[in-house]
């Protein structure tokens, strides 16, 4: 093989990882080669979503300071569990009875384009998406 190929496909390699790891899709080891998914790749992977658009979504994120504070309320666990079970790809960490499952749900929901009847859940997911699309 002609060792100037070689060396541009190890480059490339190489500058991808960099990039993927930047992005936290992948962890990436430069000094061993080593590659190791993470959840957020795993996620943008199952629902096609490309490296740019996570690289955007991170960019803004670390500008985007929380000021709401996401309280599940009893009523709205049934439904949660439900959209969980239909809607959701992969696991909400701590389940649907904290505040970060609850939008971990929410915007699987949203990204499966499911359907959400509680009125508490449907303002909730308004303001998830809108969020995640600025």
Known sequence: ?????????KELVVETGR??????????????GYFAST?????????????????????QSQHYKPSV??????????????????YCQLPAVGGVENGYGK????????????????FSLISDLSYVAQVRMR
């Open 69 to 86: 504070c996401w309280q599940v309320r009893d009523e709205e666990l049934e439904e949660l569990d439900q959209l969980l079970n239909n």
């Open 1 to 9: 093989m002609d060792p100037a190929l070689e060396l541009y496909r």
């Open 103 to 118: 939008v971990n749900v929410l915007l699987q929901t949203y990204i499966g384009r499911g359907e959400v009847e509680s």
């Open 19 to 32: 990039k993927l790891d930047k992005a936290r899709m992948i962890r990436f080891e430069e000094r061993t």
């Open 39 to 59: 959840d957020l790749g795993r996620t943008a992977s199952h629902f096609y979503i490309r490296y740019n658009t996570i690289e955007v979504d991170l960019a």
